[in-house]
Structures are given as C-alpha cells and as structure tokens.
C-alpha cells in the first residue's frame, strides 16, 4: 500500500556533506512520523532522527548539531541533511513512517495505520 523510497547515499568525505531523501508513495491520509534509522555493520538499527508532521525533530546525541532532518508534507517526503560527516555515520540509513494511514486503511476500519520501512540506502564515509 505504501512504499518509501531513499536516495542520496554514496561515498562521503570526513567532514563533508550528503543529503537523504525519501518519499512515500500511496494514498495516503495520515502520516504523523517519518524519521531515519541506521544500522551499521554488526550493530542493531538505531534512531538518527524523526521529525512529526507538525515539524518536531528528534536527534540521536550522536549528531546533534551535525545533521538536519526536514520535512515536505505535501510529497510525503522527508530529507536529512548531514554535515561534518565522521567515519561513524557509515551504514545503511532507513527511511521510516510509523502509523501511516492509508485510504484502504480507513476503508476497514484501521485508523492507527501501520509502520512502513525502506529498503535503505548505504552511506560510506571515508578519505
């Protein structure tokens, strides 16, 4: 019903910058959270940021300060600036939409919507 795709991903400097991005596709009627996960390698997906619809931005510590996470409501699409980028933020970054309700939703009845992911886009961060 619904899908979320990424781009934006690739190879990043120390110090550098990339940009995310993911759109959600379907008919969707509400979509209150959208955030970006990580999970590194051999290590468990963990929060970076999420952001409401009413533009309320969480962060991990860990990138406070260096990384931006914004929001168009109209597409449905979130973006996740990152600056000084450090060879910990490797990974695979995962578009996420938590309660997400679609019009097939609310035709049975489910107004609580349901949790989608991406299939994640691979940052490397590297001289």
């Known amino acids: 019903q619904v899908q979320l795709m990424e781009s934006g991903g690739g190879l990043g400097q120390p110090g550098g910058s990339l940009r995310l991005s993911c759109v959600a596709s379907?008919?969707?009627?509400?979509?209150?959270?959208m955030g970006w996960y990580r999970q590194a390698p051999g290590k468990e997906r963990d929060l970076v940021a999420d952001i409401t619809d009413g533009g309320s931005t969480r962060y991990a510590d860990s990138v406070k300060g260096r990384f931006t996470i914004s929001r168009d409501n109209r597409r449905n699409a979130i973006y996740l600036q990152m600056d000084k980028l450090k060879p910990e933020d490797t990974g695979y970054y995962y578009c996420?939409?938590?309660?997400?309700?679609?019009?097939?939703?609310?035709?049975?009845?489910?107004?609580?919507?349901?949790?989608?992911w991406g299939k994640g886009t691979l940052v490397t961060v590297s001289s």
């Open positions: 996420n939409g938590k309660g997400i309700v679609t019009v097939e939703d609310t035709a049975v009845g489910n107004y609580y919507g349901r949790d989608y």
């Open positions: 379907g008919r969707i009627t509400t979509n209150n959270l």
